[in-house]
């Protein structure tokens, strides 16, 4: 055994790597069977309602393949009251309007030390329907969501307008002019199922700051954490009706949510096949909209990058949370002149890795997390295989999880689909380069525009390729991880808005302009 240095973001922890695990048995606490046993319906209004017309949702742990419970889907009724709900609560004349702002900041506080008190249940109910480490959903999805809280805490009371001299527009008379700024309205905010607290954060917190009422539809395959988060919010103070959640299907409850005329503003994190089919539904209602779509996010590394930081930052770059993430590296170009000896640096790291049931603390990478991403996944690594590339993954003991080992393709045809489609899987592909404005040509001429990660040690170099490169965020030698008080979101087809740092607050926003005459 040897030890390595796995980077998950910004946070470096040391494993020993050992061979895979792959443990059929599933240990549960007892809180988190306790509450996947009850909590069977929608959380609307400040209460568990159970939908007697809606199917029943399995609850499936990825590292096993077992269904350990279900959740009941929202039928249409449920989705109107939901909302409604959310309108009552919105209501000018209501408690939640009247709350003011030093009170939301208290209990988006509140909210965020709930969440630190119950942080080993809310990173169990991740793991149960994710598969990611315990590890992971604790350090990243949990302690994320706090630390994002605790940030848009600090802004309800700083949200103001602007006072505007407007008297020598008016001719003699007159006139005091102003602008604030209010709430939106009815947030309905769809989160996805690869990320579900911290992405249900970062929409809910810069909501809740300026206002704004939500329902919130999280991934039917994960919405157990979710579920917990509106009933921990009823329980630390949140009026009835400010946070709702329903579960369901896309095509049915998703549906229904977007089309609802109560709605005031959609927020949606997923793909962007579903982003643009709610584009035209609000289009068609005139609404706000903000979208974070998928990416298909370079790595370029430089022939001067260094070697022992860049190969685990690429790789647990591409690899974490078993390569889920909008963000991921997953095409990497690399310099010829360092291409030999960073290809075969992957590979090794690549295949040290421990790959197993997210519940076992010994874990880097867990299965992904249904059948269908598993067998979608395999379909592209056969793909390549077909197309002639080389393949670099280590064998796995045979399981009835849904894992698929961390892969390395190089080799691939210029015009392989594993290169400009979002796999959503951990699988790298490595291309060699020699002249990076071909790289940068590559990545501007893409759909996609979400993000990119350089690694070189010349400021010359990064600071050329930041401002060539037309994506939302560029990531300089660290793997694509956005703290709170940074904006993220995409160019091009990879999303409209953004969400996080105070750019996340805008889209929650209007500005009313106010001109009185005084005489």
């Known amino acids: 055994m040897k030890q390595v240095t796995v980077l998950h973001g910004l946070f470096i922890e040391e494993y020993q790597c050992k061979r895979p695990v792959m443990n059929q048995s599933i240990n549960i606490s007892e809180s988190v069977k306790e509450f996947i046993i009850r909590s069977k319906g929608q959380f609307i209004d400040g209460e568990w309602v159970k939908c007697l017309n809606g199917f029943e949702l399995p609850i499936i742990e990825p590292s096993s393949g077992i ?3 279900k959740l009941s889907e929202a039928d249409i009724e449920s989705v109107n009251k939901a909302v409604e709900s959310s309108v009552q609560a919105f209501n000018p004349d209501s408690e939640w309007s009247n709350l003011g702002p030093s009170k939301r900041e208290r209990l988006l506080n509140a909210l965020a030390t709930a969440i630190e008190e119950n942080a080993d249940q809310f990173a169990e109910l991740i793991t149960l329907e994710l598969g990611a480490p315990l590890s992971a959903t ?18 309800p009371s700083k949200i103001h307008g602007d006072v505007i001299d407007i008297n020598q527009d008016m001719g003699d008379q007159h006139f005091f002019g102003y602008t604030c700024k209010e709430p939106v309205g009815v947030v309905a905010a769809i989160v996805p199922w690869n990320a579900p607290l911290m992405i249900a954060v970062w929409k809910l917190a810069p909501a809740i700051a300026v206002g704004c009422t ?8 994960a919405s157990l954490a979710i579920l917990r988060l509106a009933e921990l919010a009823h329980e630390i103070g949140f009026p009835p009706g400010v946070f709702n959640v329903i579960v369901g299907r896309g095509e049915t409850v998703g549906n229904s949510l977007v089309s609802h005329p109560g709605i005031n503003k959609i927020t949606f ?9 709610i584009h035209k539904k609000a289009s068609d209602k005139l609404i706000r909209l ?3 779509l998928g990416g298909k996010s370079p790595v370029i590394v430089m022939p001067d990058a260094d070697l022992e930081e860049a190969v685990p930052g690429v790789a647990m770059g591409a690899f974490a949370n078993s390569g889920q993430v909008c963000v991921a590296g997953s095409r990497v170009f690399v310099h010829k002149k360092i291409a030999d000896e960073f290809i075969e640096r992957i590979k090794e790291f690549s295949l040290g890795l421990t790959v197993g049931s997210g519940l076992d603390e010994e874990t880097q990478i867990g299965p992904v997390i249904s059948k269908k991403q598993q067998q979608k996944i395999e379909s592209y690594i056969d793909d390549a295989w077909k197309s002639g590339a080389k393949l670099h993954q280590k064998n796995l003991s045979k399981s009835n999880g849904f894992f698929v080992p961390p892969t390395v393709i190089t080799n ?4 392989s689909k594993l290169l400009n ?3 959503f899987g951990p699988v790298m592909t490595i291309e060699v380069f020699e002249d990076e404005n071909d790289i940068i040509l590559q990545t501007n001429s893409s759909s996609h525009g979400l993000a990119a990660m350089v690694w070189s040690e010349s400021h010359r170099n990064i600071q050329i390729l930041a401002k060539k490169l037309r994506v939302g ?4 030698n660290t793997p694509a991880f956005p703290p709170p008080s940074i904006p993220t979101g995409g160019f091009r087809e990879s999303g409209i808005g953004r969400d996080l740092g105070a750019s996340g607050l805008e889209g929650f926003l209007e500005t009313k302009s106010v001109i009185s005459k005084i005489s």
Not at 138 to 155: C, D, I, M, P, S
Not at 269 to 277: D, N, Q, V
Not at 412 to 415: A, G, K, Q, Y
Not at 473 to 476: A, E
Request: proline letters at 4%.
């Open 67 to 69: 269904n350990i419970g």
């Open 473 to 476: 965020t560029v990531f300089v």
């Open 412 to 415: 691939l045809p210029r015009d």
């Open 138 to 155: 604790k350090h990243f999805e949990v302690n994320k969501a706090v630390e994002t809280l605790r940030y848009y805490a600090g802004f």
């Open 290 to 292: 903000s979208l974070e």
């Open 214 to 221: 939500v329902v919130m539809k999280p991934s039917e395959e």
């Open 421 to 423: 489609e979002e796999i």
């Open 269 to 277: 994190t997923g793909s962007m096949k579903i982003g643009k089919e």
